[in-house]
């Protein structure tokens, strides 16, 4: 158990159906949407949206992005693990 005090709790991202997972690559936030199965990247310092991946499956939860760059993610409905492998 952990108690933070005197941390300050703001919006980060808005406009999501179902957010459903998040993971950190260097200054890259990546969020799920459970609802839609799009995959929304964020830039950490600026909080502008820069991309959005469709994977067309509804029932994305969680998501690992690797230091390659690789992005794995897991689909609740299908109960499979995919990955995308960038180009």
């Given at each position: 158990y952990y108690a933070m005090t005197g941390a300050t709790v703001t919006?980060?991202?808005n406009g999501l159906d179902q957010p459903s997972g998040i993971a950190i690559n260097g200054?890259?936030?990546?969020?799920?949407?459970?609802?839609?199965g799009n995959i929304h990247v964020y830039d950490i310092d600026t909080g502008d949206e820069l991309s959005v991946l469709e994977t067309g499956q509804?029932?994305?939860t969680g998501i690992v992005v690797s230091a390659s760059n690789r992005i794995?993610?897991?689909?609740?409905?299908?109960n499979k693990v995919y990955q995308i492998i960038p180009q």
């Open positions: 919006s980060f991202a200054n890259r936030l990546f969020v799920t949407d459970f609802s839609t509804s029932g994305i794995w993610f897991v689909n609740y409905l299908q």
